[in-house]
């Protein structure tokens, strides 16, 4: 096999498999009979699961605030890690608006203990290595990495925005100017 065969094979390959991860990522079915992301104007599922310190979480527990649930692939990669930190270098403005934020991956509790502590994250990262969060909200998964979107509910529990394409960076300040219009 040549250099060039070899190399548009793996290219071939990689590009199938991008197909396929977005083909996953776009036709989930949800609990509720839906199929992909929660739309706007939707009650946000009452799910439950576990942060990084053990502590039960569910949407619930932000009902009268506003609450951000982002979706991210994995701990400790380079998108995530920066989508984390602009959440955390904004924590402050996020608490004086009552804005509370949950990061959920298919990662375990375990993980994200030693992702929150590596990068002194603030709020709760949520383990979802069932796929509980991510069915419920539609979100898909590929290779065992949840898709980047995330959601602002209301303080009454609806879905008030939808993020399915995130500049992880930016991400943070981007969403809480959302909120100051919502509000």
Known sequence: MT???????????????GIAAATACANVQRPDGGEGHLAVGTPAPDVEGVDQ????RSVADARGQFLIVYFYPKDGTPG?????CAFRDAWQRFEEAGVMIYGVSGDDQASHAEFAEEHDLPF????????TWSRHFGVGTFLGMTERVSFVI??????VARY???DPGVHANQ???DIDKLR
């Not at 060039?4 to 990689?14: D, H, I, Q, Y």
């Not at 310190?53 to 039960?56: D, S």
């Not at 995530?80 to 984390?84: H, I, K, L, Q, V």
């Open 3 to 17: 250099r060039r065969t070899a190399l548009l094979l793996v290219g071939g390959v990689l590009a199938a498999g």
């Open 53 to 56: 310190n053990g502590e039960p």
């Open 80 to 84: 995530c890690t920066a989508e984390a």
């Open 124 to 131: 709760p990262l949520i383990a979802d290595p069932s796929g």
């Open 154 to 159: 209301d303080p009454e529990g609806v879905v």
């Open 164 to 166: 399915p394409d995130v």
């Open 175 to 177: 969403v809480l100017a």
